[in-house]
C-alpha cells in the first residue's frame, strides 16, 4: 500500500486507477473503524458507551471515506449525516475523531481555499452554536477540538500548496526536457543542412571543373591527332589530377563533421583567403576572373558564407557560361556589411544559372537556394538573375558587425 499517496492526495505515481484509489481508500477507512471501535471499547468518561444505535451510526460515518479521494465534498457530508446524530446523542466523542479529521483533511488538500475557508467555518459555528447553547463548560471542551479542526483544514492547505509546488516543478523540468530536446533535434537538422550545402557546393563546384577540363583534354586529342599537342593534354589533365585531390581534401574535412563528438570543433572553416584558389580553378576550366577583395576584417562565419556563395556562383558559370566567358568577382566592405558581387557576360539563357540546369523540363536543382541559405545563416541577403547587358549577376549584403 503506498501510504505516501493515501495521505496525500494527487503525490505519488499519475497512473494509479480509480479501482487501486478506491482499494486503498477502503483499507484505510476499515483500519479507521477498527481503531474507532477500539477507542469506543476501552475509553470512558467522554459520552456513554455505545449501543446498537451508536456502533451503527459509528459504522456507517466510515462507509463515506472510501470515497474520500473520488468525492471529497459528498464524502465529508455523508460523514455528516452519520455524526451528527451520533454526538447528539452523547455518544463516545473521541471513536469517530480519526475519521471525521481525515475528512477535513482531505476537503482541504483537494478543494480551493475559499471553499475549506467556507466549510471549517460552518463546522466551527455549528459545533460551538451547540456545545455553547448546551452551556459553558461544553463550549470550553468544543473550543479546544476546534483548535484539531483548524489544524487538520491548515495542514490539507500546506499540503495542496506543496503538492501544486511540486507540479509546477515538475512540469517546468519536463517543459525544460522538452525545449532541451526540442533544441538538440533543431541543431541536428541544421547541421544536417549545412553539410547537405558543404557537400553540394563542393561537389558541384569539382565535377563542373573536371568536365570542363575533361572536354579541354578531349578537344585537344580530336582536334588534330596528326600534330597532338602533348603539353596541353598533359596540362589538363594534371588540372584535372589538382581539382580532385582538392575536392577529395574538402570532402574529407567535411566529412569528419559527421565523425565528431559533440564537444568536437568543425574545424578551420573556409574564409575569404581562399578565393584565389576558386578564381585560379576557374581560370583552369577556360573562363577569364577578375578578382578584386578589399582587405575585410569579417568574422569566421560571414568569410565562410562569402567564399561558398562565389564558389556556388563560380560553378554556375563555368557550367552555363559558354565560351570567352569573362567573370567578374568585387568584395568590399560598405559599414557594418560585407558587399559581394559575382558577375558574368555568359551567352547561355539567362534562365540557366538560376535552374542549374540549362535544359528545360528538368528540376531545379540548390544552388541559388543554398546562397540564399548561406546569406541568411549570417543575418545577409541575397539578389540573383539576368543582367541587362548579358549573362548573369549574383549580389549579397553580409552583415559582419565590425564598423569600417
Request: with cysteine; net charge neutral.
Amino acid at each position: 500500500m503506498d501510504v505516501k499517496h493515501i495521505l496525500v492526495p494527487g503525490l505519488g505515481r499519475r497512473d494509479v486507477s480509480a479501482a487501486r484509489t478506491l482499494r486503498e481508500d477502503t483499507l484505510l477507512a476499515a483500519a479507521m473503524a477498527v481503531a474507532a471501535v477500539v477507542i469506543a471499547l476501552t475509553t470512558s468518561g467522554n459520552g456513554r458507551h455505545p449501543d446498537a444505535v451508536g456502533w451503527a451510526l459509528l459504522m456507517a460515518a466510515h462507509v463515506p471515506s472510501a470515497f474520500r479521494r473520488r468525492a471529497p465534498v459528498r464524502a465529508f457530508l455523508g460523514l455528516v449525516v452519520c455524526v451528527a446524530p451520533y454526538h447528539a446523542l452523547d455518544y463516545n466523542h473521541t471513536a469517530p475523531m480519526a475519521v471525521s479529521m481525515t475528512a477535513l483533511y482531505t476537503v482541504a488538500a483537494t478543494g480551493r481555499p475559499l471553499r475549506t475557508l467556507f466549510l471549517g467555518a460552518g463546522v466551527l459555528g455549528i459545533m460551538l452554536g451547540v456545545k455553547f447553547g448546551e452551556g459553558m463548560n461544553e463550549g470550553t471542551q468544543a473550543l479546544r477540538i476546534s483548535g484539531w479542526i483548524v489544524a487538520f483544514l491548515l495542514v490539507g492547505v500546506i499540503v495542496r500548496v506543496h503538492r501544486q509546488y511540486v507540479a509546477s516543478v515538475v512540469e517546468r523540468a519536463e517543459r525544460a526536457e522538452r525545449t532541451r530536446e526540442e533544441e538538440a533535434r533543431r541543431r541536428v537538422a541544421e547541421e544536417r543542412l549545412r553539410v547537405a550545402r558543404d557537400l553540394h557546393d563542393l561537389l558541384a563546384h569539382s565535377i563542373t571543373l573536371v568536365g570542363v577540363q575533361t572536354s579541354v583534354a578531349a578537344h585537344v586529342l580530336h582536334a588534330d591527332p596528326d600534330r597532338l599537342d602533348r603539353a596541353a593534354v598533359a596540362k589538363a589533365l594534371d588540372d584535372i589530377a589538382e581539382t580532385c585531390r582538392t575536392a577529395r581534401g574538402e570532402l574529407r574535412a567535411t566529412l569528419e563533421v559527421l565523425r565528431a563528438g559533440p564537444d568536437d570543433g568543425r574545424g578551420p572553416l573556409p574564409g575569404l583567403d581562399g578565393l584565389p584558389d576558386l578564381a585560379e580553378a576557374a581560370r583552369t576550366a577556360g573562363a577569364t576572373v577578375d578578382l578584386s577583395v578589399e582587405s575585410v576584417e569579417a568574422p569566421p562565419a560571414v568569410g565562410a558564407a562569402a567564399y561558398r556563395i562565389v564558389q556556388e556562383a563560380l560553378t554556375n558559370a563555368v557550367r552555363h557560361g559558354g565560351p570567352g566567358l569573362t567573370v567578374r568577382v568585387g568584395i568590399r566592405s560598405r559599414g557594418d556589411a560585407l558587399h559581394l558581387r559575382v558577375a558574368d557576360d555568359g551567352t547561355a539563357p539567362p534562365s540557366s544559372p538560376s535552374s542549374s540546369s540549362p535544359e528545360p523540363g528538368r528540376p531545379a536543382g540548390f544552388g541559388l537556394l543554398g546562397m540564399r541559405e548561406r546569406a541568411r545563416s549570417v543575418g545577409g541577403t541575397l539578389d540573383a538573375g539576368p543582367r541587362a547587358q548579358g549573362g548573369f549577376e549574383v549580389a549579397a549584403v553580409l552583415p559582419t558587425g565590425v564598423a569600417q
